[in-house]
């Protein structure tokens, strides 16, 4: 039998001000890096939820999506010392509103420093992107991409999970 295929869930925020877009740099294996805040979704809590709490992490910002830019799923491989790894990611975008900036706060192990870069300055590092969802998102939300919160639904079950007999 072969393994199943799971991609990981991510979430990502596109967030703008006044014509400028808040992205993190962070450490990854293949080095410093510039991506929207993101990060991997956690146990018992909704794609929105998890955007709000990984933007605070990593930016110290706090953040309400306001709507769904949309879904991406990329791949990428990765050589290891033993083995090739394959990873996919599945990945919520959602924009929003930017609230409190807590200052006292440390952002999250490996972002080295919050950037406000402009869209031609982010068309421009692609090469430093940690994946092309980093432009694709910002592009589809200035292309006026958006979708209700309400279309992705969080079930009481992620919070409660049902026993099943």
Same mark, same amino acid.
């Given at each position: 039998?072969?393994?199943?295929?799971?991609?990981?869930?991510?979430?990502?925020?596109?967030?703008?001000?006044?014509? @400028? =877009?808040?992205?993190?740099?962070?450490?990854?294996?293949?080095?410093?890096? &510039?991506?929207?805040?993101?990060?991997?979704?956690?146990?018992?809590?909704?794609?929105?939820?998890?955007?709000?709490?990984?933007?605070?992490?990593? #930016?110290?910002?706090? =953040? #309400?999506? %306001? *709507? +769904?830019?949309?879904?991406?799923?990329?791949? *990428?491989?990765?050589?290891?010392?033993?083995?090739?790894? !394959?990873? %996919?990611? +599945?990945? =919520?975008?959602?924009?929003? %509103? &930017?609230?409190?900036?807590?200052?006292? @706060?440390?952002? !999250?192990?490996?972002?080295?420093?919050?950037?406000?870069? %402009?869209?031609?300055?982010?068309?421009?590092?692609? !090469?430093?992107?940690? $994946?092309?969802?980093?432009?694709?998102?910002?592009?589809?939300?200035?292309?006026?991409?958006?979708?209700?919160?309400?279309?992705?639904?969080?079930? !009481? $079950? &992620?919070?409660?999970?049902?026993?099943? &007999?």
């Amino acid at each position: 039998m072969t393994q199943r295929w799971k991609p990981s869930v991510t979430v990502a925020a596109v967030i703008e001000q006044q014509g @400028r =877009f808040l992205l993190v740099e962070e450490h990854t294996p293949e080095g410093l890096r &510039l991506n929207n805040p993101a990060g991997h979704l956690d146990p018992s809590e909704s794609p929105a939820q998890g955007c709000s709490r990984e933007v605070l992490e990593e #930016t110290a910002y706090a =953040f #309400t999506p %306001t *709507f +769904l830019v949309g879904l991406y799923l990329s791949r *990428f491989q990765r050589q290891r010392a033993d083995a090739l790894e !394959d990873v %996919t990611y +599945l990945r =919520f975008a959602y924009a929003g %509103t &930017l609230g409190a900036f807590d200052a006292g @706060r440390t952002l !999250d192990t490996g972002i080295e420093r919050t950037v406000w870069l %402009t869209a031609d300055e982010l068309r421009n590092s692609q !090469d430093r992107h940690r $994946s092309p969802l980093v432009l694709r998102c910002m592009e589809d939300y200035l292309r006026g991409q958006r979708y209700p919160l309400e279309l992705v639904y969080a079930d !009481d $079950s &992620l919070w409660q999970p049902q026993k099943m &007999l």
